[in-house]
């Protein structure tokens, strides 16, 4: 009697935000996971920063431009906390729809800002709350850092399912932390291709996509890469100046889905052209492609090298008593 491996179909978005508003883009999220789930699809994955959209101000002008332009203050007001009636709302949509989510946002938590994935189950519980360890280069002006903590895969009836950002997906000891724990579905959530493109070829389209293909091969797993579009509606809000058009156009979405031999699972879309991508995919596969290079099995040699990992959460305040304390309270008992 055969084993029977998950086969499911999956839907990787491709689709510009409600840019700058956090309701109006929770609603188009919400039209997407229904339509994801009416077609099928078991899990769905946003971009990076979906909600409520990537901060292109950061690569147009100087911080004071955007401070200037108000950029600054509404992108910290239209970001998503996780405690928000909008995040209730999201999580509502999830269950309702019957589908995972993997959902990309900017995160706000007190005065901080964080480039964040949460992976919600269909029964709208949170399995994960991620963030990205290290913003790049001019993302560090607007987010702050996650810790080892958000390097996890997760298990689920799905398979077990991880979750990177942007060029997370390139640093070496980011996956190998990754393939350490069997990944077989990795969401390599990506913001969009068209700002920067004629200028920094390792910003285009197809460094990244390239990026997404080897991480399959490489991890033995399949791999989704939803990414966003600039609409015209942003081009013609961050744009003042011929400058800055010439920095940027519209278009840039470049989503795809790879198997664990880094084949493409789907055809993808014109660059400027929003929908679903979706695929069917068969864990099953994993097993044949990890018969040639499992990373971190047959194929790893821990005797010349290995990652050392912090997997702890990071927080800025550690509670401790003094020893004194510690007497004093022991004195402070009712006696028996």
Not at 72 to 96: I, M, T
Not at 143 to 155: E, P, R
């Given at each position: 009697m055969g084993i029977t491996h998950p086969k499911y179909k999956v839907a990787v978005v491709q689709a510009a935000p409600v840019w700058l508003d956090l309701d109006g883009t929770v609603d188009k999220c919400i039209q997407l996971i229904n339509e994801a789930a009416e077609k099928g699809c078991k899990l769905i994955a946003f971009p990076e920063t979906f909600i409520p959209g990537y901060p292109w101000h950061i690569w147009m002008g100087a911080?004071?431009?955007?401070?200037?332009?108000?950029?600054?203050?509404?992108?910290?007001?239209?970001?998503?906390?996780?405690?928000?009636?909008?995040?209730?709302?999201?999580?509502?949509?999830?269950?309702?729809?019957?589908?995972?989510?993997?959902?990309?946002?900017?995160?706000?938590?007190?005065?901080?800002?964080?480039?964040?994935?949460?992976?919600?189950g269909p029964d709208g519980e949170t399995i994960s709350q991620r963030r990205k360890l290290r913003p790049t280069h001019s993302e560090r002006t607007?987010?702050?850092?996650?810790?080892?903590?958000?390097?996890?895969?997760?298990?689920?009836?799905?398979?077990?399912?991880?979750?990177?950002?942007?060029?997370?997906?390139?640093?070496?000891?980011?996956?190998?932390?990754?393939?350490?724990?069997?990944?077989?579905?990795?969401?390599?959530?990506?913001?969009?291709?068209?700002?920067?493109?004629?200028?920094?070829?390792?910003?285009?389209?197809?460094?990244n996509n390239a990026v997404s293909k080897v991480y399959a091969v490489e991890g033995g797993c399949f791999v989704l890469a939803p990414c966003a579009i600039i609409s015209k509606a942003m081009v013609d809000e961050l744009c003042d100046t011929p400058d800055k058009h010439a920095l940027t156009h519209v278009g840039g979405g470049h989503a795809v889905i790879y198997g664990p031999d880094g084949s493409p699972l789907a055809e993808k879309l014109p660059e400027d052209a929003e929908g679903l991508l979706i695929a069917k995919i068969d864990l099953g596969m994993i097993g044949v492609a990890k018969n040639a290079m499992d990373p971190v099995g047959h194929y790893a040699r821990p005797d010349v090298h290995r990652l050392l990992l912090n997997r702890k959460k990071g927080s800025p305040v550690e509670h401790f008593s003094l020893p004194v304390d510690a007497v004093d309270a022991q004195e402070n008992l009712p006696a028996n």
């Open positions: 911080p004071a431009w955007a401070i200037g332009r108000g950029f600054v203050q509404r992108y910290f007001d239209n970001s998503l906390s996780y405690d928000s009636p909008q995040a209730e709302k999201l999580r509502q949509a999830v269950k309702a729809a019957g589908i995972t989510a993997s959902l990309g946002l900017s995160e706000r938590s007190g005065g901080s800002l964080y480039i964040a994935q949460w992976l919600i607007v987010f702050g850092d996650g810790d080892g903590s958000d390097l996890k895969v997760h298990d689920t009836p799905l398979g077990r399912v991880g979750e990177l950002s942007c060029w997370e997906n390139i640093l070496s000891l980011n996956k190998y932390a990754m393939y350490s724990q069997h990944e077989q579905v990795h969401i390599a959530a990506w913001p969009s291709f068209s700002t920067y493109e004629p200028f920094a070829h390792a910003l285009g389209w197809e460094v």
